[in-house]
């Protein structure tokens, strides 16, 4: 949906799914959104706040046209509607020196969420520019993706550039440790982005020794200062690189 919304020429915005109702009607509001895709687990957040927004379109994704009860109404199934789409792409002109592609929203630490205006030029440079600073080999990695997709961190790092390079994408809905090692064993991953305390709980592990990391190729730490012994073990372990970035 991300994707297919740039190439209609929309602009995207991204909502964490742990928000509240207050802060999901802010961003709709703030962006005036007029469609909008969530889980259907998620839909009653949007059915309580949708009168208060400029949404025209509500498309729910986990449930198919069975699974809608009385309480869904005026609503899309995902799967209902590309079945009943067109099959040709619209055609559709993007400026991406000028169009904005994403409306990225901050933290709000310091105040109320502001939304940053991305243009599709600003992605691709982005994402072009990373890729060629890890040194990514096209349809060669395989990316370990555990970071949050609707924070700028984890979009860039974890999702436009491992498909930029035609990599393997490997999704983690939530961080376990464990289940991080498994995976990374498993899949022979070789590009990891995270935060210093998901390299940290790694290695603190305690059956860190049962597993092969040594497919590990690069690691990102980013959003805040990673500890200098947690950089140098973590390359011990894993005989990859571990860069540290500030976002």
Partial sequence: MYFGALKAGAAVTAISPLHREREVEYQLADS??????????????????????QLKHVIITGLNENDLSPKISNALILDQLLKNSPKTAPKVK???????????????????????????????????????????MEAKETFLTALPLFHIYGMTTSMTVPISLAARLVLMSKFEPTKVLETI??????????????????????????????????????????????????????GGFLLRVMD
């Fill in 94 to 136: 993007v400026n991406p020196h000028e169009d904005i592609a994403t409306l990225q929203y901050t933290g709000g630490t310091t105040g109320t969420a502001k939304g940053a205006m991305l243009t599709h030029s600003n992605l691709l440079s982005n994402t072009l520019a990373f890729a060629k600073w890890i040194r990514g």
């Fill in 32 to 53: 005036e959104a007029e469609t909008i895709v969530t889980l259907g687990s998620l839909y009653p957040i949007v059915e309580k706040i949708r009168e208060k927004t």
């Fill in 185 to 238: 064993q498993k899949h022979r991953v070789t590009v990891f982005c995270g935060v210093p305390t998901m390299y940290s709980a790694l290695l603190a592990n305690p059956d860190l020794g049962n597993y092969d990391l040594t497919s590990i190729r690069v690691c990102i730490s980013g959003a805040s200062s990673l500890p200098p012994q947690i950089q140098k073990r973590f390359m011990e372990v894993t």
